[in-house]
């Protein structure tokens, strides 16, 4: 910084972005817990702040319902493509073979698949195994969505860990399946945290299969159960529950973020760019 | 084996063809790189390439939504049909604005946080943590959210705006097309801005720091640094980051749908598709705009992969 007037430029810039990104979010929270009229005051805190929009939110069972079911399928698809990708990533990462390279772009060009592009195929293949409306549907095309990712993401960072281990490991008589187990599990732990995280919340987030395959309330995720909250009439929606449900929905995931920093900016950006 | 037999003493004795059967199974790597590549390959074949035929198969066919297994094999007439309908084209247009407006603002303003954020400075902590909570909120939570903040009579974008002056009375941002297209965006650019500025910033820390050294020497202005050195260096990065990006927007669908609906106004290619496929149950048109999207998209997708080839090669 070289004098005043530009520290002072630099601060109201760092000011505004701070300000841009995080008062949507505010606004939501803010929003969450005025009722009745002052819902429809703007005012930049709640002067009677009050919880009853989450409480009239967690009164209804379908919304508890709709948490459960977002729970359950996030888990289940980040506990499958973790165990699948973790063997694949370690192929990829650590072992030279022919025609590593094709599946590598296989494995990214599937990631980029735009999802409408397997809608109505997953529609039909989903009514034939008779998992239409179901979970268990639900888990098994997230893994469309998650797996492919997972396995990039993964190998990123078993690519990054030290060959040394290996060799030490090779010389010790280790053959593949028990350096897999012994050598890198323990120590790729933060990498399968890191990349876990980033796949739940691909999967908490997911909108388009949540809202094409599932047809009843008691099996919506929490993403179509927000959009699809209304009220008594198209005209009139129930800004305070919604707003509510936002929040319930985003804090575990702000949270998990803020804490985690560090590893996900990295993850991502190795999922993306390095290669 | 001629060494061997003239030192009988130090002799090993050849393992035995099963010895070494099972050695083989035990330590080749490469064997053991495809046993454990062979569940992610299966799996994505069914997950992915199952369906993707799939999607193919029903748009050269009849099929509707209640009659799925009595489609009938009609050759292209669904792509005909897809591609001399107004509302298709509406919908492409719609699609290119929105990707090329939001990717160029993104790009825009990825690249001055990211700037910021590659200085040190007291607050830098708090500025990263911040900048993540929009990439953290669900991308139906910020349609939401925003479109209660962009509500005509109660919203508080209004609110600031009449404030401020800028605007003498509110205004209806949800109510026509042109404006609710720049709602959209203006939405957009603030969920996906802070995964830019990462993007960005993880080229610029690739940048060394002896470049700048050179540069304070030869006295160049910091302006005339940042346009000579710094963009030409991180540019591979950018342009990375903007083809990611653009993958990411011409297959946008939830915020669309969930804050205008499928009005043909603002209806991007997804949300046609999937309105054709589920609204009008017509699964044939609909897949055959769902290949259509997926070749487009194809396009980007290999133009990236040809991107980031170099650093494939290094690994």
């Known amino acids: 910084m070289k004098n005043r007037f530009e520290k002072v430029v630099f601060y109201a810039i760092v000011t505004v972005i701070i300000f841009y990104a995080v008062f949507p979010f505010y606004w939501a929270i803010v929003t969450s817990l005025k009722s009745g009229s002052s819902l429809f005051n703007v005012q930049l805190f709640p002067t009677n702040p009050s919880l009853r929009n989450y409480i009239e939110l967690f009164s209804e069972e379908s919304f508890i319902q709709s948490l459960v079911n977002s729970v359950v399928v996030s888990g289940l698809t980040v506990i499958l493509?973790?165990?699948?990708?973790?063997?694949?990533?370690?192929?990829?990462?650590?072992v030279r073979f022919r025609g590593r390279a094709l599946i590598l772009m296989t494995i990214l060009s599937v990631s980029m698949f735009p999802q409408i592009a397997v809608l109505s195929g997953m529609f039909e293949l989903i009514r034939y195994l008779n998992l239409y409306n179901s979970l268990a549907?639900?888990?098994?095309?997230?893994?469309?969505?998650?797996?492919?990712?997972?396995?990039?993401?993964?190998?990123?960072?078993?690519?990054?860990?030290?060959?040394?281990?290996e060799e030490a490991a090779i010389l010790d008589g280790c053959g593949p399946l028990k350096m897999l187990w012994k050598v890198f599990l323990p120590l790729a732990k933060p990498a399968i945290a890191t990349t876990g995280l980033l796949a739940f919340i691909a999967a908490w987030n997911e909108f388009l299969f949540a809202l094409t395959f599932t047809l009843s309330s008691d099996k919506r995720t929490v993403p179509v159960a927000i959009a699809m909250l209304?009220?008594?009439?198209?005209?009139?929606?129930?800004?305070?529950?919604?707003?509510?449900?936002?929040?319930?929905?985003?804090?575990p995931l702000v949270l998990l973020v803020l804490i985690c920093q560090r590893q996900i900016v990295s993850g991502l950006t190795s999922g993306a760019v390095k290669g | 084996m001629q060494a061997t037999e003239s030192t009988p003493l130090l002799a090993i004795p050849e393992p035995g063809l099963m010895k070494r059967f099972w050695n083989f199974l035990l330590y080749s790597r490469v064997l053991w790189a495809w046993v454990f590549l062979a569940p992610t390959l299966i799996a994505l074949l069914v997950v992915a390439g199952r369906p993707l035929f799939g999607t193919f198969w029903l748009s050269f066919t009849d099929a509707s939504l209640l009659a799925l297994d009595e489609a009938q094999f009609v050759g292209f007439s669904n792509y005909t049909t897809v591609l001399s309908d107004p509302d298709w084209w509406t919908a492409v247009w719609n699609t290119v604005v929105f990707s090329v407006v939001s990717v160029g603002l993104e790009t825009l303003f990825g690249l001055g946080i990211a700037l910021v954020l590659n200085s040190t400075f007291p607050g830098r902590g708090l500025l990263r943590a911040a900048v993540l909570i929009p990439w953290a909120v669900?991308?139906?939570?910020?349609?939401?959210?925003?479109?209660?903040?962009?509500?005509?009579?109660?919203?508080?974008?209004?609110?600031?705006?009449?404030?401020?002056?800028?605007?003498?009375?509110?205004?209806?941002?949800?109510?026509?097309?042109?404006?609710?297209?720049?709602?959209?965006?203006?939405?957009?650019?603030?969920?996906?801005?802070p995964f830019m500025a990462l993007l960005i910033l993880a080229g610029l820390q690739m940048v060394p720091k002896d470049v700048y050294e050179a540069a304070k020497l030869d006295c160049d202005s910091r302006l005339k640094t940042f346009f000579s050195i710094t963009l030409p260096l991180i540019k591979p990065t950018i342009s990375i980051a903007v083809i990611f990006r653009s993958l990411d927007a011409l297959r946008i669908f939830d915020l669309v749908y969930v804050m205008a609906g499928t009005t043909k106004g603002t209806a991007t290619m997804s949300v046609y598709a999937r309105q054709r496929l589920m609204e009008f149950q017509e699964f044939g048109s609909g897949?055959?705009?769902?290949?259509?999207?997926?070749?487009?998209?194809?396009?980007f997708t290999v133009g990236y992969l040809w991107l980031i080839r170099p650093s494939q090669r290094e690994s």
Request: glycine letters at 6%; one cysteine or more; proline letters at 4%.
């Open chain 2, 287 to 299: 897949s055959a705009a769902s290949v259509l999207i997926f070749l487009i998209i194809g396009f």
């Open chain 2, 138 to 193: 669900p991308t139906v939570v910020s349609a939401k959210m925003w479109t209660w903040m962009f509500n005509d009579i109660y919203g508080v974008v209004n609110h600031i705006l009449v404030l401020l002056g800028v605007l003498e009375q509110p205004v209806a941002w949800l109510a026509n097309p042109s404006t609710t297209m720049a709602a959209l965006i203006f939405v957009d650019v603030w969920k996906t801005t």
């Open chain 1, 137 to 165: 549907g639900l888990t098994f095309c997230y893994l469309c969505l998650v797996l492919p990712f997972t396995v990039w993401v993964l190998r990123g960072f078993l690519q990054a860990l030290p060959k040394e281990l």
């Open chain 1, 81 to 94: 493509s973790l165990i699948i990708a973790l063997l694949s990533s370690f192929s990829l990462a650590r």
């Open chain 1, 230 to 251: 209304s009220g008594s009439s198209q005209y009139e929606l129930p800004w305070g529950h919604i707003m509510a449900a936002s929040v319930v929905v985003t804090l």
